[in-house]
């Protein structure tokens, strides 16, 4: 496991762009972002392979394809990923939380694969 720390985040009017940033505290072969919609099933937002600086494959949700990018720091030995969210709409609001594993394997985009978890911080999205 790795400790995340996590900023960026908070409110916006719809079509508008937000950040948020995941530092993990050792290596992670994987980071990225799941959300908690009230009253909907947790759902993984974007994934990337982070072992390497450059590079490396990347899992998006449909419902943000095209809207959302995930990067990570090109500086090797700093393991932290960023998320631009771009064209913001109110059904992206909730609870975005930093995910990291230091495992290989497993489906991308599910939650149970992942063994490192951050606070979670809250986007929410006016219409």
């Known amino acids: 496991q790795v400790h995340l720390v996590e900023s960026g985040g908070g409110s916006v009017e719809a079509g508008g762009s937000l950040r948020l940033t995941c530092s993990a505290s050792?290596?992670?072969?994987?980071m990225g972002w799941f959300r908690q919609i009230p009253n909907k099933k947790r759902e993984g937002v974007a994934i990337k392979w982070t072992l390497r600086a450059t590079g490396g494959a990347i899992a998006y949700a449909d419902s943000v394809k095209g809207r959302f990018d995930i990067y990570r720091d090109r500086d090797p030995d700093n393991y932290t990923v960023y998320l631009e969210m771009k064209n913001l709409k109110p059904e992206d609001t909730g609870m975005y939380v930093c995910a990291a594993t230091t495992d290989h394997g497993g489906v991308w985009l599910d939650s149970s694969n992942y063994n490192s978890w951050g606070r979670g911080t809250q986007i929410t999205v006016s219409s």
């Open positions: 050792g290596v992670a072969v994987r």
